[in-house]
């Protein structure tokens, strides 16, 4: 016996052990959640309150049933077919009665299209598969290396590795947003014939539902997880790093040399091993003798200071035993508590080391505890939450437990529950000071979950190869993470691994690389170059901008001004993500979603609403190929020349210069 009910405003639907709920969730949007015996009562997933603005209605005629809320229309059918029956949710357009997804069940006589496999402890593998569409393009995703920005057709793996982000929220061009509300390992298929999202362990299908545009699916998505805050105005500046330095001195000697310069800069980074110990959470004394100095010499120069922090605690910490024997670390389903091995200081050969549980509220007051009085009361303001993955090794997520829950179901939030600690924590310092100032950050994650934008996180794209085909996946992947609701986001300019300031292939990638990083949210260059250390403690080799010689010099330091005349209108654009969430850096096809060839097109970008960027991804390369979206006139910022729209040109791009152009003649200092 299959019912059917109306509770409050939502949808109900019982079939032998399994209960199925439709509720309204926000503007044009629902969450749909399935489970065996009752949903649960509570979750870790990215979902807030329900948003407000909901007009719904519950319809129910024998056998099936129909929620409208807004333009989207959920069907609910106790399906006839050759096999069992079982009811089947399909979505439609509701001003056009279009179909836009549809369950399908894996086999005509079981299972159906939600499968629930239990293990007798309230949780199992979960499937739930939907119809595959033929010419359905798929964007979003988190960031990935594969390199492609169309996801249709692909295999991935929903699980949190470097440079490998995971964030399950998929944008169609039939016109609709999915959110997978499950921070659980698993994987999804979209495949030809079906997409099909599975989660190795859960206790419920759970997931989040809109349609539209391209930009109302990103601010329905943004009403349900979170908006982005306001981005400081600092942190739009240039951001220095490399892999290394070594003490005080050196780090304060390149801040000099920026002043000297008279170069832009907003940013210098103290990296990892600055600490006597990884989990003491403080500057190790031999290295940084007279921290409150070198705080207020930056601060006079204009510089913040942004300081690593890792989630993992070395045996030897002074903080390990509170954190083990309070139960803060993240345990083990079999085995000790040690989840990866370093080689820190004081160390001979790498030993095990221990990770973190931000999932834990006591490990969050703990930890800001610490960072608060061994950074923050120095001035400290920005925080890299480097490999918040965690990077584990061996890579067994569902060894974990948390006390969230056990890492097969839970692993994924581990980023975003570790970027709270910093926000949380920065909030109520700036309460207590009374300066609302005391509290803007950003913190620079190497990993991310849905929702991670409201606590100000930027992402960037992990530990990268210093190549030409890492260049172009970048580009695809900082697109794909603005899809998945992450509108700030940056790489390592030049990639991470290698890169040897002395040679001139490597100077034009450099530049290259340089030229899309301004057009990025977060404008910073990074790098373990050439000659690399095995890590221990050494610096890396040279990496800051004048290190490339004096004629890729000069073309970086035009690219620092041009970033430079740019940041009014950035701050206009993350004002708006802010506030709608509309990513600045975006996929054409967002602002020209009638347009069908701006849905192909995956090595452009828009740069907010009046520029378009064609970053120059060859070796070599003097011209490219570039697309200009119908239904606008362009000017090539350089030369004035205006094209009309929908139509490719083949345009000059010599080492200096990146193709860049204004839509409709708009004023945007691109030039100087």
Not at 167 to 182: A, D, E, H, K, Q
Not at 342 to 366: L, S, W
Request: glycine share 10%; aromatic share 12%.
């Amino acid at each position: 016996m299959t019912t059917f009910s109306i509770d409050g405003d939502a949808l109900e639907v019982r079939h032998q052990h399994e209960v199925l709920r439709v509720e309204p969730w926000g503007h044009d949007s629902v969450r749909v959640r399935a489970a065996i015996g009752s949903l649960p009562i509570s979750d870790v997933g990215a979902l807030q309150d329900r948003p407000s603005g909901a007009t719904s209605s519950v319809v129910i005629e024998g056998y099936s049933a129909r929620l409208v809320n807004g333009d989207v229309t959920v069907e609910v059918l106790l399906a006839s077919t050759n096999g069992i029956s079982m009811p089947e949710v399909r979505f439609l357009r509701t001003s056009t009665g279009e179909e836009l997804l549809a369950e399908e069940r894996e086999h005509f006589w079981w299972p159906g299209a939600r499968v629930l496999y239990g293990n007798r402890s309230g949780a199992g593998e979960i499937h739930q598969q939907f119809r595959g569409y033929s010419g359905e393009r798929l964007y979003g995703m988190g960031q990935r290396t594969h390199g492609h920005l169309n996801h249709k057709g692909l295999s991935l793996d929903l699980v949190q590795r470097n440079a490998e982000v995971s964030i399950p929220f998929v944008v169609s061009n039939r016109g609709y947003g999915f959110l997978w509300n499950n921070p659980a390992v698993g994987r999804v298929e979209f495949s030809d014939n079906v997409t099909r999202w599975t989660a190795t362990q859960a206790r419920a299908i759970d997931y989040f539902f809109t349609v539209g545009s391209p930009a109302q699916i990103l601010s329905r998505y943004a009403d349900a997880t979170g908006h982005a805050p306001h981005f400081p105005h600092w942190a739009s500046g240039f951001w220095q790093s490399k892999l290394r330095y070594l003490d005080q001195e050196e780090l304060l000697g390149v801040a000099r040399e920026y002043q000297r310069r008279g170069l832009p800069l907003s940013v210098i980074v103290t990296d990892f091993f600055h600490w006597p110990a990884m989990g003491d959470y403080k500057f190790d004394s031999a290295e940084y003798p007279d921290p409150k100095a070198m705080m207020t010499e930056l601060d006079e120069m204009g510089i913040k200071l942004m300081v690593s922090i890792w989630p993992t605690i070395s045996p030897l910490s002074e903080n390990y035993e509170k954190l083990r024997d309070d139960g803060m670390l993240v345990g083990s389903d079999q085995g000790v508590e040690f989840h990866s091995t370093i080689q820190d200081k004081a160390m001979t050969t790498p030993m095990p080391i221990a990770f973190y549980d931000p999932t834990n509220p006591r490990t969050r007051d703990f930890i800001w505890s610490v960072a608060k009085r061994n950074y923050y009361d120095l001035g400290v303001r920005v925080w890299w939450l480097d490999a918040c993955e965690p990077e584990l090794n061996p890579g067994h997520p569902s060894n974990l437990l948390f006390y969230a829950g056990p890492g097969a179901e839970v692993a994924g939030i581990y980023p975003r529950d570790n970027a709270q600690i910093f926000a949380d924590g920065m909030a109520q310092a700036a309460q207590e000071s009374g300066n609302p100032v005391d509290g803007e950050t950003v913190l620079l994650c190497r990993s991310a979950w849905a929702g991670q934008q409201k606590y100000p996180a930027a992402v960037w794209s992990g530990d990268i190869p210093a190549t030409w085909e890492s260049l172009r996946q970048q580009v695809r992947a900082g697109l794909s993470i603005a899809m998945a609701g992450i509108p700030w986001w940056t790489t390592d300019i030049g990639g991470f691994h290698g890169g040897d300031s002395r040679d001139e292939g490597y100077r034009e990638l450099m530049v290259r690389w340089f030229q899309f990083g301004a057009f990025c949210p977060l404008f910073r260059l990074h790098g373990n170059r050439e000659p690399r250390p095995n890590m221990g403690c050494a610096t890396g080799g040279p990496n800051e901008v004048w290190s490339y010689g004096e004629e890729a010099f000069e073309m970086i330091k035009d690219v620092m001004l041009m970033r430079e005349r740019l940041r009014p209108y950035l701050h206009e654009q993350l004002d708006r993500a802010s506030a709608e969430g509309m990513p600045a850096m975006r996929p054409l096809f967002v602002d020209f979603p009638e347009d069908p060839t701006a849905w192909t097109v995956e090595d452009q970008m828009m740069f907010g609403p009046d520029v378009l960027v064609a970053p120059v991804l060859e070796a070599g390369a003097r011209r490219r190929e570039v697309y200009l979206p119908a239904g606008a006139s362009w000017t090539h910022a350089w030369s004035g020349r205006t094209y009309t729209g929908g139509t490719v040109i083949d345009e000059d791009a010599p080492l200096g210069e990146i193709p860049v152009y204004l839509r409709d003649g708009a004023s945007v200092p691109v030039a100087g």
